[in-house]
Nanobody, 115 residues
Framework: QVQLVESGGGLVQPGGSLRLSCAAS????????MGWYRQAPGKQRELVADEIIGTRTMYADSVKGRFTISRDNAKNTVYMQMNSLKPEDTAVYYCRLRQGPDDYWGQGTQVTVSS
């Protein structure tokens, strides 16, 4: 089993920045894909940024140029730097890890962008 724990969410003013972290523990394969999704109230969960085959990362059009995903393999941790935040970025942000046939999700961390 794999456990994912997100942190770094909070309340920030428009134009501000936050850095989310997701630490994975348990039976982690050397090859896996980690990413971030979000769900706003009344909306479906959507992709924010996720690793795809190779070392490429897919970003939602709405966050391109503002959000950057990175990872520390030694710590089994993925990060997401979020800059120039907008009120429409308000959502619960979830970490996702895919390895082999398995798909794991964290519990989520709330990000609220408001003045």
């Amino acid at each position: 089993q794999v456990q994912l724990v997100e942190s770094g969410g909070g309340l920030v003013q428009p134009g501000g920045s936050l850095r989310l972290s997701c630490a994975a523990s348990g039976r982690i394969f050397s090859r896996n894909f980690m990413g971030w999704y979000r769900q706003a109230p009344g909306k479906q969960r959507e992709l924010v940024a996720d690793e795809i085959i190779g070392t490429r990362t897919m970003y939602a059009d709405s966050v391109k140029g503002r959000f950057t995903i990175s990872r520390d393999n030694a710590k089994n941790t993925v990060y997401m730097q979020m800059n120039s935040l907008k009120p429409e970025d308000t959502a619960v942000y979830y970490c996702r890890l895919r390895q082999g046939p398995d798909d794991y999700w964290g519990q989520g961390t709330q990000v609220t962008v408001s003045s």
